[in-house]
C-alpha cells in the first residue's frame, strides 16, 4: 500500500460497531487514514447508546448517518474490516480482509455499549500500529 491508506469498516446495520470503530479511527490517526463505514443492510440511525458510550471519551457521533455499503466503498480500501456480517457481507477479491468478532451493541444500554467500545479501541489501536508503524 503507497500513500495514505484507506479503511473499512462493515457490519450490518452500520449503526454500531462499524461507527464506533470509525470514529476511533479518524480520532487517533487525524488525516493520515481515509475512513469510511457501511452496512449490508443500513438502520435508519445510529443507535443511541452507541453514540452515548462514544461521547464519554470524547467522540461526537450524533451527526453520523448509517450508510450502505457499495462496491466502489469497497474497491477503493486497502483494508476492509467486517463485524459480525457474516454471509450478509461481501468478500472483495485482492482486498486485505479482517473480520473482528464483536456483541452487537444493537438493543443494548450504555452500559453493556461501554466494554464493546473498549474492545474496538483496542482492536482500533493495534491497526494503526500496522498501517502506520508503531509511532501512528
Not at 6 to 17: D, E, I, M, T, Y
Not at 80 to 97: N, S
Request: net charge negative.
Amino acid at each position: 500500500m503507497t500513500g495514505k491508506p484507506s479503511v473499512l469498516f462493515v457490519c450490518v446495520h452500520n449503526a454500531g460497531r462499524s461507527q464506533m470503530a470509525a470514529g476511533f479511527l479518524t480520532h487517533l490517526s487525524g488525516d493520515r487514514v481515509t475512513v469510511r463505514s457501511a452496512g449490508s443492510a443500513p438502520a435508519g440511525s445510529v443507535n443511541p447508546a452507541v453514540v452515548a458510550a462514544m461521547a464519554e471519551v470524547g467522540i461526537d457521533l450524533s451527526a453520523e448517518t448509517p450508510k450502505v455499503l457499495t462496491d466502489e466503498a469497497a474497491l477503493a480500501a486497502d483494508v476492509i474490516v467486517t463485524m459480525g456480517c457474516g454471509d450478509a457481507c461481501p468478500v472483495y477479491p485482492g482486498k486485505r480482509h479482517l473480520d473482528w468478532e464483536l456483541p452487537d451493541p444493537a438493543g443494548q444500554g450504555v452500559a453493556a455499549v461501554r466494554p464493546i467500545r473498549d474492545d474496538i479501541e483496542q482492536r482500533v489501536r493495534g491497526l494503526i500500529s500496522e498501517l502506520l508503524g508503531p509511532a501512528g
